[in-house]
């Protein structure tokens, strides 16, 4: 399966975004359809490809759900998740 094939199956929506600082790389939202994956293109192709995997395990683990108390935890646990992965596929 190809990762626009996953991204469609799943509902999930990738877009590239400009003037967005470079504070942030990105971020995700639901709008009770999609799932939709914004990137920052401030950022060069590798961080991108970092940053949608972020951003997509934040969708695969439903983060939409969580308290703002909950926002450091929830990050670690990413971060985790995306080294793992890493370590898995490199």
Do not use: P
Request: glycine share 4%; proline share 0%.
């Amino acid at each position: 399966m190809s990762f626009e094939d996953f991204c469609s199956i799943n509902n999930i929506v990738i877009s590239i975004k400009e003037n967005m600082g470079t504070n942030i790389r990105g971020f995700c939202y639901f709008d009770g359809l999609y799932f939709n994956v914004i990137l920052n293109n401030r950022f060069d192709r590798f961080q991108l490809q970092e940053t949608t995997v972020h951003e997509v395990i934040h969708v695969m683990k439903n983060h939409f759900s969580c308290n703002t108390e909950d926002i450091l935890s929830v990050e670690r646990e990413v971060d985790s998740l995306t080294k793992v992965m890493k370590l898995v596929f490199v």
